[in-house]
């Protein structure tokens, strides 16, 4: 939304000739807000048919005294005219802003109900604000309007039965210009939180992996262990089993040794019985 009423009139001026200038930045403005702003017989200075797709303009007290020099804004669904000195003139409306829907002419010069035939022609309007307007105090005032304007469902706010409108009924204050980037922002958020699931999904995967991993590598190293284990053991009955064949080797080198001990004995004796 551009507002540059807080700006001095010199850089207001060099603003919408810039804006006007650059076409494609024209093209892409949906809502255009210049309350304050002076108007220079009729006109708003950059104010051109150039904004193709504009949906909400606001003009509240900017000196209009007709609408006679408004561009032609074949997307416009609301504007706002309030505070003005527009006292009739409206049969440009229909030419110039076939799609409008909600139109604000509070505190204008209107009075008589005559004033408001030519908004007939706007098939689409369905809101009509016309507070503090002279036009207000005539008898029968919101029947008579009601009853000429047929297409009209909200006239200053309630129907024909003293119904106030809705906020989803009387955007009157273009809320609803928005709507579709707003649900383009929510579904990339709708999309940012799946992406963020589907990560912490992956990662509790990984994690998973992670812990199966680290299990199946204590399970091999224990089956490792016990593959040691029982190499060691084997290796520790074969020296033990040495060490047997050893004890009996050396008992029996000591036998043979006693034999023969005994056996030179003997043959002493004889030896000495023979002498």
Do not use: W
């Not at 709507?179 to 992406?195: L, P, R």
């Not at 812990?211 to 089956?223: F, H, N, P, Q, R």
Request: proline share 2%.
């Amino acid at each position: 939304m551009i507002c540059p009423c807080c700006l001095p009139g010199g850089l207001q001026s060099a603003l919408f000739s810039l804006v006007t200038q650059c076409h494609s930045l024209s093209h892409r403005v949906r809502e255009l807000v210049l309350d304050n702003c002076r108007s220079n017989e009729g006109k708003i200075e950059g104010l051109t048919a150039d904004f193709v797709n504009l949906e909400f303009l606001s003009l509240i007290n900017v000196g209009l005294l007709s609408v006679s020099n408004l561009p032609k804004l074949g997307k416009l669904k609301k504007l706002e005219l309030s505070d003005n000195r527009i006292s009739g003139g409206l049969d440009v409306l229909a030419e110039k802003l076939p799609n409008l829907t909600h139109l604000n002419l509070s505190g204008n010069k209107l009075k008589d109900i005559s004033t408001l035939e030519p908004l007939k022609k706007l098939d689409h309007l369905k809101s009509l604000d016309l507070f503090n307007c002279e036009v207000t105090n005539l008898n029968d005032y919101r029947e008579s309007v009601f009853k000429l304007l047929p297409q009209l469902t909200y006239l200053d706010g309630y129907d024909m039965d003293d119904q106030e409108a809705s906020d989803s009924d009387g955007e009157a204050d273009g809320d609803g210009v928005d709507d579709d980037d707003d649900d383009d922002e929510e579904g990339e958020e709708e999309e940012d939180e799946d992406g963020e699931e589907e990560e912490f999904d992956e990662d509790e995967d990984d994690d998973d992996d992670e812990v199966e991993g680290e299990e199946d590598e204590e399970d091999a190293s224990g089956e490792d262990e016990e593959e040691d284990f029982g190499q060691d053991g084997e290796v520790d009955d074969e020296d033990e089993d040495d060490d047997d064949d050893d004890d009996e080797e050396e008992e029996e080198g000591g036998k043979g040794e006693k034999r023969k001990r005994e056996a030179e004995d003997e043959d002493d004796d004889d030896d000495d019985e023979d002498d």
